[in-house]
């Protein structure tokens, strides 16, 4: 394995936040390429060669480039030593770990297609205002079982503490919180003020810059 400096190319507020709060966490330096979301950036040759779907985040490390952010996660945790963040194989929270790891995608595919629908149609009248209340109820269920698994003080998803899924996690819920009343999730709203409470999260906040895609901090649904 090599050791040199990783790129993280990004996009501020998307999921290449997991990535950079990630790398500041285990104390990783990186080069951070930024990329903006209407300015055809993302369609330049050079970044299409690295990321065929035209998306951020790719990461370029140990001589590989990489895609997919939870990838991306699970590699750095289980390449990089002298950390907490991950289980070791054979240890008992090791399939918790990676349930709530991809738990999070779950939750992320009822958030991109309500940014789809809030956020990017050119025109208003594109939207589909019964979708948006299906995608907005089916996220709201999905945040349910989070809230329960934060019941009776639980600080983080694994009971050791916390580790790279709720690096995962934190971004997904951050996200969700645009769409879904968090009154109702008041285990959810603590865990989501502990994570950005955290010097990692900062320092990745400060490193990323002004995020790109929300203009409110809640989004409610249109009225028919």
């Not at 990838?71 to 950390?83: I, K, N, S």
């Not at 289980?87 to 709530?100: C, D, F």
């Not at 709720?166 to 819920?173: L, P, S």
Request: include cysteine; charged fraction near 20%; charge should be negative.
């Amino acid at each position: 394995m090599t050791t040199s400096k990783p790129t993280l190319h990004s996009i501020a507020g998307s999921r290449s936040f997991r990535v950079l709060w990630l790398l500041c966490e285990l104390g990783v330096d990186v080069d951070l390429v930024d990329y903006q979301i209407t300015d055809g950036s993302l369609q330049q040759d050079g970044f299409k060669a690295l990321s065929p779907a035209r998306r951020v985040p790719a990461l370029e490390i140990d001589g590989i480039t990489l895609v997919e952010s939870g990838a991306m996660v699970q590699y750095l945790c289980e390449t990089r030593a002298d950390h907490s963040l991950m289980p070791a194989v054979g240890n008992e929270e090791r399939a918790e770990w990676l349930q709530w790891l991809h738990y999070a995608e779950t939750l992320g595919t009822g958030i991109q297609n309500l940014n789809m629908q809030h956020l990017f149609l050119p025109d208003p009248a594109m939207r589909s205002i019964p979708v948006m209340g299906i995608e907005t109820k089916r996220l709201a269920i999905a945040l349910k079982a989070l809230e329960a698994r934060l019941a009776d003080g639980r600080a983080y998803l694994l009971a050791s503490g916390f580790s790279a899924a709720d690096v995962m996690m934190g971004f997904t819920v951050w996200a969700a919180a645009h769409y879904v009343d968090f009154a109702a999730f008041p285990n959810l709203t603590a865990y989501q003020d502990r994570l950005a409470a955290r010097a990692a999260y900062q320092q990745a906040q400060a490193l990323e810059g002004v995020q790109q895609f929300y203009t409110r901090d809640f989004y409610a649904l249109p009225e028919v």
